[in-house]
C-alpha cells in the first residue's frame, strides 16, 4: 500500500475522533469526575504545549480540551474552586479527567486526599475568545 493511500486512511479514521473531542469542548462544557495532581518529578518538562511545566503555577492537563482553554475546576465535597488554564495532556490513568499542577492542588486543598471527586466548566477556549 502505498504512503499516501495509508496517510489518508489513518486521518479519515481520527476525524470521528477529532470532532467529538471538540464537540464537547465548548464554553460552558461540563464534565464530573477525578482530579488527580502532577507529581514533582515532573516539574521542568516540557508540556504538550510547549510550555515548560511549573509546580508552582496554575495550569492543568486534559486529553481533549484545546490546549489554552481556562476551566474552571470544582472540588464536588468542598465546594472550594481554582481556575487553571490546560497547557498539557492527560490524565492517563482510568476515570481521571483532569491533572492539576501541585500550586493548584495545594489551592483547590486536595494535596493531602491526592485525589478528589471535581466538576469541570470550560470557560473560555483559544477559538472562543480567552
Given amino acids: 500500500m ?29 464534565q464530573k469526575g ?20 511549573n509546580k508552582n503555577r496554575l495550569s492543568a492537563a486534559h486529553k481533549t480540551l484545546p490546549l489554552g482553554s481556562k476551566i474552571r475546576v470544582t472540588d464536588a465535597k468542598t465546594g472550594r474552586s481554582i481556575v487553571v ?17 501541585k500550586e493548584a492542588a495545594k489551592e483547590l486543598g486536595i494535596i493531602d486526599r491526592g485525589i478528589a471527586r471535581v466538576n469541570l466548566k470550560v470557560l473560555s477556549t483559544p477559538q472562543q475568545g480567552s
Fill in 34 to 53: 477525578i482530579a488527580s495532581y502532577y507529581h514533582d518529578s515532573l516539574h521542568g518538562r516540557k508540556t504538550a504545549s510547549g510550555q515548560v511545566y
Fill in 85 to 101: 488554564r490546560v497547557n498539557d495532556r492527560g490524565p492517563f490513568v482510568k476515570g481521571r479527567i483532569v491533572d492539576l499542577s
Fill in 2 to 30: 502505498n504512503k499516501t493511500l495509508l496517510t489518508a486512511g489513518l486521518l479519515a479514521a481520527l476525524i470521528p475522533f477529532a470532532s467529538s473531542a471538540t464537540a464537547d469542548s465548548g464554553i460552558g462544557h461540563v
